[in-house]
């Protein structure tokens, strides 16, 4: 039972939660509030559902970047605070990309791209992340930043009303698809990165920081995707990395004038 990291599945995430997973760990789990608008190219991502929400990464004046299952709708620029979002830079999402090989069953190429209806203003608030040409694979035991408005409480339906963030160390892919990880179900590929406990915390993304960033070495090299349970320390979060191939996609898709 696997749980994207926004409320579409909430409900099975809860009982999942029941079976497998203690109360240790709140907020992006084990972690703390940034300090504001330290990342100012973080994108809050409103869905038509109620209570639904994703992250996103401003990596262009017209073009946020996410995760392909988010449902996104509305964007926010320059939020620290989720209650005074309407503040912010406002756009409304014009177009959605989903990557060409995408694949909801088996988990891979969980990307999005959402341009939006029009360019944002670069502020001390809002910039946008410039992406390199090449993408270095983190190597396990690396750590690296996560960060959202997920959920405070495992078993609440509760958002963290602040943006929080927290160090995941990354695991290797043979360990990550070995039995007591994720035995194959479904198969960690090339394309993915798996990152979370170090053994001692249970640091981890959960529901609402789908389509998030993963920082490592302060470089943008994952997306948010999926999880079973928050905080498990043998199920850390599965991120879709951004590798070269991903990186000539994103780029040849948003040089573009017309899509």
């Known amino acids: 039972m696997f749980c994207p990291r926004d409320f579409t599945v909430f409900i099975s995430c809860v009982v999942l939660f029941i079976v497998v997973q ?7 789990i084990d972690g703390k509030e940034v300090k504001p608008h330290s990342l100012p190219f973080m994108a809050l991502m409103e869905t038509p559902m109620e209570n639904e929400i994703c992250g996103g990464v401003l990596i262009h004046p017209s073009w946020v970047l996410t995760a392909a299952h988010c449902a996104a709708a509305k964007v926010f620029l320059g939020v620290h605070s989720e209650k005074e979002k309407e503040s912010s830079q406002v756009r409304v999402v014009k177009k959605k990309v989903l990557h060409p090989c995408y694949d909801p069953t088996d988990k891979v190429n969980d990307l999005m791209l959402v341009k939006l209806n029009k360019p944002v203003k670069q502020t001390t608030m809002v910039k946008w992340l410039r992406l390199g040409n090449t993408a270095k694979d983190p190597a396990a035991g690396t750590s690296c930043l996560v960060a959202g408005w997920g959920k405070t409480n495992n078993v609440a339906r509760k958002m963290s009303d602040v943006l929080k963030s927290v160090n995941v160390t990354v695991i290797d892919r043979v360990k990550c698809n070995s039995p007591k990880y994720y035995n194959f179900r479904p198969i960690i590929t090339r394309d993915m990165i798996c990152a979370g406990s170090n ?3 249970h640091a981890d993304t ?7 960033p993963l920082l490592c070495g302060g470089a943008l090299v994952g997306v948010t995707s999926f999880g079973i349970g928050c905080g498990v320390i043998d199920k850390p979060g599965v991120y879709s990395f951004l590798s070269e191939k991903q990186l000539v996609w994103i780029k040849k898709t948003t040089n573009k004038s017309e899509i």
């Open 199 to 201: 053994g001692q915390n």
């Open 22 to 28: 203690s109360s240790h760990g709140s907020e992006i």
């Open 206 to 212: 959960c529901q609402g920081d789908s389509g998030g």
